[in-house]
């Protein structure tokens, strides 16, 4: 039998790790991707390496993927990642009580955190706010962006999975019985359309996971939630800063480069494709940042940015929806096969996203073959742009 | 709203050191500079090879170097000469990794005494 | 808050596939304080969802958004449009010169992603083995590294590979075979000693020797990194390695 064949929809952290998996255990994969590699929210995201520490008390499912994943990553993506660890610090008395459930929902998590008085904590970062009353050293890390998503498209590639750039998927196509078999896609640098079939679609893409559902008469029940996100031209700190309380707006800043980044916030938003960066949101984010590292207040900005997290569930409260992932069969929640979508989690965890819809494919397709990802270090990012092969990456 | 027009050339690419800072100017004033001096360096022979053509032709010769336009010439080529060689200064300093981010003060400071260079020897040249 | 409006005219490089590459104009309604990729950006969304542009982290991290306004390159998630424009004016969007174009303002970046990791350009060093140069501050970057050096700290490097320098380069514009900005400054970041390998790659005539000191690439290069003064002081150190192997002291390795 030749290899199944994989269209994958969307170049995004999960699109690349899903790649990567699924040609890994022997699977032909196309890669259509709209904009060029991670213009969706992935290249936009704020950069933590999740510890899990920050949903150790209020989500712990994510906690746990957090803290095991984020381990994978720290060993086989350590070309694009930074490493130092974080502090959690608390500046008032709502912080003070919460700790309690700090420490124990780490200890349940298995989130190794280490107790730092805020004299040392201070001699350790000594930008972070001087009113610092207590402190806890976690295994965070910051990653970069668009050189993630480029080591685990380099090693997808390398193991032969094609990845198509610019190229807008607009339609599905059904065989006889309604289970769709190709899709048909605009490839936007030639102006052409095309068609392409496989032996099953994946949608991995994101905040945009509904609207390729509806395209296949399917639905996923994914909520755009985005967050702004300001970057200052100091790098302040080495580890990255979290407000030691429940997760709120502007209360984690991450060492980047030469730069510190503030995040974020979350409302809901309608229309993905354009979400305007607003001046309050800004002001907030530094009023906010300023709260941990007072200097924020008047460093000089270096970028103000937006991203649409792919929240999946209907909950109310945005920041209470969980933000692990989800994989949908849509034989199962809509009758219709040879469609599968990937949407939800965190960047730290877009590896295990990748497992599980490798898993969910193999088993729809009666194929055999384990998840690799890992242990093996990943290519090379750099090897995305392979020689030889033209403009077309 | 779409309006059809042509691409720039790859020369005129090259030529859009306008909108550049001082290194961009400094390297094409160098070039510039390095061309004329190359044609400078031809026609002086040309001519030098009239004197060996009997006395006529010096006479023509002398009368030649003596107009006015051609004093003006002269002078251009001292210009050029000045900051071509005061820039190669610059050039072979930064070269051997001295004083490379003052590279701008230094092209201000050595531009300077050539166009000072320049009066000096324009003064001299014209009223004479 | 009153929202300061303008009205910017963006005339942008178009082509697509084999057809003659012209421009096209887009007139918008902006605040001077949003960037040229926000402007862009609003041009695909609501305008045109033909045009093609690359971009990903909006904040300098990743190098994929230079382009050329007004004929000097930038990274467009980093410039304001007050920058480079006027209320009522033109601004002039190009894809980077000296890369094959695939459509509209994306380039092909894979020559030097290849030649980056040819020379084996770590992304991440530790804080200490990327010491920040004391350069004068510009555009309001800080030069100065963290308040406080931490010995195990690691930060991802300066360069980001944006390819803004190899499009400023007046020298990469005639000559295919330069080495280029970046990739020299990468060696220098390196250091040749000891390094044969690299130390050829740069002590040659497509490497340091055919920089011609034009310091454009140290103008637009927006992360700091500074090729100008590294190819100067890669040519001192490859000086200093002919002087050494004259006296027959070359390196072993
Ligand atoms: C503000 C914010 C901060 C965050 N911070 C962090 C953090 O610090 N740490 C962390 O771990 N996670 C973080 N996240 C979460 C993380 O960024 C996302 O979960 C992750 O990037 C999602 O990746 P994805 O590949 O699923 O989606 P995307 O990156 O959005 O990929 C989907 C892709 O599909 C493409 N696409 C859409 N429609 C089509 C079509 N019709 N045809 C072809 N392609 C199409 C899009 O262009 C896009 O590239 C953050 C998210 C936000 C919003
Ligand atoms: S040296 Fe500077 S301009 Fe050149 S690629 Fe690196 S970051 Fe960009």
């Known amino acids: 039998m030749s290899k199944p064949h994989a ?6 952290f999960t699109g690349c790790a899903t790649a990567y998996d699924l040609a890994l255990r ?7 991707e709209r904009g060029d590699l991670a213009a969706g929210t992935s290249g936009r995201t704020h950069g933590l390496l999740h510890s899990g520490a920050r949903y150790c008390v209020t989500d712990q499912e994510s906690a746990v993927e957090c803290i095991d994943e984020s381990r994978i990553l720290a060993r086989i993506a350590a070309q694009c990642i930074e490493f130092n660890g974080g502090l959690f610090i608390a500046l008032d008395d709502s912080d003070l009580a919460f700790v309690d459930r700090f420490v124990e929902g780490a200890q349940t998590c298995h989130i190794p955190i280490e107790q730092i008085s805020p ?26 962006p668009l050189r993630l998503a480029l080591a685990f498209a380099a090693s997808a590639k390398a193991s032969g999975a094609v990845f198509k750039l610019y190229c807008q998927v607009e339609a599905m196509l059904a065989d006889g019985q309604g289970n769709l078999n190709g899709v048909r896609y605009w490839d936007r640098t030639t102006g052409q359309h095309h068609e392409l079939r496989g032996d099953i679609v994946v949608s991995a893409t994101g905040a945009w996971a509904g609207e390729l559902a509806e395209l296949a008469g399917a639905h996923v029940p994914v909520r755009p939630t985005p967050g702004v996100m300001v970057a200052f031209a100091s790098r302040f700190v080495e580890r990255a800063i979290n407000r030691l309380n429940k997760p709120g707006d502007g209360d984690i800043v991450l060492p980047q480069r030469r730069m510190v980044v503030v995040g974020t916030t979350s409302f809901e938003a309608e229309d993905v494709d354009y979400i305007p960066v607003s001046e309050e949101q800004v002001a907030e984010m530094v009023k906010r940042g300023a709260d941990l590292i007072p200097a924020l207040a008047t460093a000089p900005q270096r970028g103000a940015y937006m991203a649409s997290r792919p929240l999946v569930g209907s909950g109310t409260q945005a920041r209470s929806i969980a933000r692990t992932f989800k994989c949908f069969d849509h034989k199962e929640s809509d009758g219709i096969d040879g469609f599968v979508t990937i949407t939800g989690g965190k960047a730290t965890t877009c590896r295990a996203m990748a497992e599980a819809t490798a898993d969910m494919v193999c088993r729809k397709l009666g194929v055999s073959a384990a998840c690799q990802t890992r242990e093996r270090p990943l290519r090379s990012y750099r090897e995305f742009y392979r020689a030889g092969e033209g403009a077309r990456a | 709203m779409s309006v059809q027009t042509r691409s720039p050339s790859r020369a005129a690419q090259w030529l859009n050191f306008p909108h550049r800072g001082v290194g961009m100017w400094a390297f094409a004033m160098n070039r510039l500079s390095a061309l004329g001096l190359a044609v400078y360096l031809f026609l002086h022979l040309f001519l030098l090879r009239q004197l060996a053509e009997g006395p006529s032709a010096f006479d023509r010769f002398i009368s030649l170097v003596r107009s006015p336009l051609f004093t003006l010439s002269e002078w251009v080529v001292v210009v050029g000469g000045l900051y071509h060689g005061l820039n190669g200064v610059r050039v072979i300093l930064t070269s051997l990794g001295v004083a490379v981010p003052y590279q701008r003060q230094m092209f201000w400071i050595l531009f300077g005494i050539a166009a000072l260079g320049s009066l000096a020897f324009a003064i001299r040249m014209f009223t004479a | 808050m009153t929202a300061e409006v ?18 096209d104009f887009f007139r918008l309604e902006v605040s001077p304080d949003e960037y040229v990729l926000d402007a862009i950006e609003r041009i695909w969304a609501f305008h045109d969802r033909s045009l093609v542009y690359r971009y990903a982290c909006h904040h300098a991290t990743c190098g994929a958004c230079g382009m050329r306004v007004n004929s000097v390159e930038k990274l467009t998630c980093i410039t304001t449009i007050r920058s480079v424009a006027r209320d009522g004016g033109e601004v002039t969007v190009e894809p980077l010169r000296n890369f094959p174009v695939i459509s509209d303002l994306t380039v092909d970046m894979g020559d030097l992603y290849r030649s980056m990791e040819a020379v084996h350009y770590p992304a991440v060093s530790p804080v200490a083995a990327a010491p920040l140069p004391t350069i004068p501050a510009k555009d309001g970057i800080s030069p100065g590294g963290p308040l406080r050096e931490e010995p195990d700290a690691h930060r991802l490097n300066d360069c980001i590979e944006c390819g803004l320098c190899v499009s400023a380069c007046p020298i990469a514009t005639t000559t295919a075979g330069y080495l280029g900005p970046a990739v020299l400054a990468a060696i220098q970041f390196q250091g040749i000693s000891g390094k044969p390998a690299l130390a050829g790659l740069a002590d040659c005539e497509d490497g340091v020797w055919r920089c011609h000191s034009a310091y454009e690439c140290t103008a637009v290069c927006p992360s700091l990194v500074d090729p100008g003064w590294r190819i100067m002081d890669l040519r001192k150190q490859a000086i200093g390695r002919r002087f050494r192997r004259l006296f027959g002291r070359g390196e072993t390795a």
Do not use: C, Q, S
């Open chain 1, 119 to 144: 004299r040392k904590a201070l001699e350790m970062e000594p930008a972070i706010n001087p009113g610092v009353l207590d402190a806890y050293w976690v295994p965070d890390g910051t990653f970069d």
């Open chain 1, 26 to 32: 022997g699977f032909d994969v196309t890669v259509l």
């Open chain 3, 6 to 23: 303008w009205t910017v005219t963006f005339r942008v490089f178009r082509r697509k596939g084999a057809e003659a590459p012209h421009y």
């Open chain 1, 7 to 12: 269209i994958l929809i969307g170049a995004g």
